[in-house]
Structures are given as C-alpha cells and as structure tokens.
C-alpha cells in the first residue's frame, strides 16, 4: 500500500513530464501531430506571434482507484502546457493510516515535503484534516529550469540537461489517459 501511495502522490506530475519535447521535430510531437483531428493541424501552423495571444484555457481529468482521488488542472495557450495544478484527496483508511499524524509520519517516510521544496516554479502543499488529506503539487512550467525538468523527466544515468524547451498538451492528455484518467466534464 505504501508503493501504491507513492505512486499516486506524484503520477500525475511525472505523466505530465514525460510529455516533455525539446522542439516541434521530435518524434512523439510528430507522431501526436499525425493523429490529430484536420481542424488541429491548421491552428499548429498559424504563426507563432498569434500563439502568444491565444487566451488560457483549462483541461481537467481525474482518477480514482482504491479511495485516492487525482485532479489534474492543465492549464494551457493553445498547444504548450503552460502550468499543472495536481490535487489528490484521499481518506486516511486509503493510505492504510488512522489518523492525521500517522498520515504526516507516512509522507516524511517517502520524503514528500523535500522532493520540491525550493524549486522555482514548483509548489507543493498538504492539508491533513481530520479523516484525509489534501496533496496539491503545482508546476509553473514557464518557471522551473529545463535542467531541473530534464531531472525529473529521465533518471540521473540518462540525464542530459537544457534540452527541454516546451511541455506538449496533447501529448500530456494523451500520456494521462493511458494512465487511466477520464476528462471531467464542466
């Protein structure tokens, strides 16, 4: 239960991560803008002066499985993910503690509090209430360094820094929903 709770406390962050791209030529944008609806394909080629005054917009999707609740806020200018607001709720029971400094105790175990703390353009918060708690992890993307996403996209053998430049959103729904979250309707 404790690797099930490990998982969910950061598998949101790390989908969204993994749907990073150095440039608009690599093969997982090519292959996501292969399978895109036509109407797509003539915004992706307008030019990028007007991508800038394309207004945000807000995605959301979710998972539930075994009481833990995920919430992932994709907040977006057209195509580049521009933040991500991850909330997990889960009661105590789920995460197989019976109160809210069992739940405190669980998190330091796992090195929650440290994992993002001090990072530009990474927040994280945990709200412990009485029955359960409240995780919000958020990633500000225009923010963060692309040595520090690079970090946390591959492991530290393979990490080859300052190649990131932008977070894809489709591929970013595409990476949440293999891992089984639905779009929450508005």
Known sequence: MKKLFSIFLSLAVL???????NDDNSEEVKSAKQQEPVEN????????????ETKEETVTYEKEEQGILV???LIHKGEELIRQVTTTKADYEAINVSNKDEA??????????????GEEGLNYDVEFKDDHF???????????????????????EDNKTGEIQKISLDLTIKELEQAGFKLKEK
């Open 104 to 117: 405190k105790q669980r998190f330091e175990d796992i090195d929650a509090f440290e994992a993002y703390e």
């Open 41 to 52: 394909k003539e915004e992706t080629s307008e030019p990028k002066e007007e991508e800038s």
């Open 134 to 156: 409240i995780e919000t992890i958020e990633v500000e993307y225009s923010k963060i360094s692309p040595e520090k996403l690079n970090e946390l996209v591959r492991p530290a």
């Open 71 to 73: 919430t992932v806020d």
């Open 15 to 21: 989908v969204t991560l993994a749907a990073c791209s």
